[in-house]
């Protein structure tokens, strides 16, 4: 069962999932998702997972072998604005998933987590699992009590778990699943491209390698083939209750992705304004563990991700 898929990351998934010989059944209600990224015979039922009664009896129905959480809130800004609607639609959320998978004996549960639980990390370089986790907005703050609720119920249940903490996702797998928002960075220059205006540099003097903002952009294929590799792990018990980091282990900084957006539609023009809060300088991840232990690593660069992103999908197949 995945929550959340009929979103952007959340239809990747089960097309991963479908593509890797699983039966898959949605829950989504269509606040941001879109029926229409679901095949044919993947049921959807249109639950708000905040309604413990309705989800637990979609639960009840089908009596899936395990959870994936995608279904939240996720952007960044409108959390610090609305913090309160990201506590109750992100936690109240997950609380509903945890008492139902909790009463009907679902055994395994993977949680779309975030690297905003890791705001601005101490150290320099790729961040560890270990790292101090020291979220620095709503969306982060609610993604590490996430996990942290996470932990706590399967300590009392016969719960095997794990939390994926995604970097930037970006790309697409197909032009029906890109991601139609502009809350993204990509999705944004993308859009300034094509309308001929001027992008918004976000702050211009973080002590970066060119002032902009560096992060770790990872293709939202191989996310989807993290979760694969994620939920067939917990289910032959090589996971059990972990944490790991989902990304290319690569920083790229804001300047450098325009530049790369223009790479296909000629140079972008951008205007430098302020920091937005909550924004960390740098945070690229460490990917040893992951590796490791479900011998994943991402497979596709940022030209594959600006290509697919602008509506180019045609790369080997999942």
Request: proline share 5%; glycine share 10%.
């Amino acid at each position: 069962m995945v929550t959340g898929g009929a979103g952007y990351i959340g239809a990747h998934v089960v097309h991963a999932l479908l593509a890797a010989g699983s039966q898959v059944v949605v829950v989504d209600d269509l606040s941001t998702g879109k029926a229409e990224r679901l095949p044919a015979e993947v049921p959807l039922a249109r639950v708000d997972v905040c309604d413990p009664a309705a989800f637990a009896a979609v639960v009840a129905r089908y009596r899936p072998v395990g959870v994936i959480h995608l279904a939240a809130r996720k952007d960044v800004a409108e959390s610090i604005r609305l913090p309160l609607r990201y506590y109750r639609d992100n936690l109240d959320g997950l609380r509903s998933v945890l008492e139902a998978v909790v009463t009907h004996g679902v055994e395994h549960v993977l949680f779309s987590s975030s690297a905003a639980v890791y705001g601005t990390p101490l150290q320099a370089g790729p961040v560890p699992e270990t790292a101090q986790t020291r979220p620095e907005n709503a969306y982060g703050r609610t993604k590490l009590v996430g996990e942290w609720l996470l932990r706590d119920t399967a300590a009392g249940a016969n719960l095997r778990w794990a939390a994926l903490r995604y970097f930037n996702v970006a790309g697409a797998a197909a032009p029906e699943l890109r991601d139609t928002g502009l809350t993204n960075l990509v999705p944004r220059l993308l859009d300034a491209a094509r309308q001929g205006s001027a992008a918004i540099l976000h702050g211009g003097d973080y002590p970066t390698r060119d002032g902009s903002a560096i992060r770790d952009y990872v293709h939202v294929r191989d996310v989807a083939d993290a979760h694969v590799h994620a939920a067939f792990a917990l289910v032959d018990g090589s996971l059990t209750a972990d944490v790991l980091n989902v990304g290319r282990g690569v920083g790229v900084s804001v300047l450098e992705m325009i530049t790369a957006v223009g790479h296909r539609y000629g140079p972008l023009p951008y205007f430098v304004g302020p920091r937005r809060a909550g924004d960390p300088a740098e945070v690229v991840a460490q990917v040893d563990e992951i590796s490791t232990r479900l011998g994943w690593t991402a497979r596709f660069g940022l030209d594959d991700i600006v290509r697919s992103a602008a509506g180019d999908c045609s790369l080997a197949a999942v």
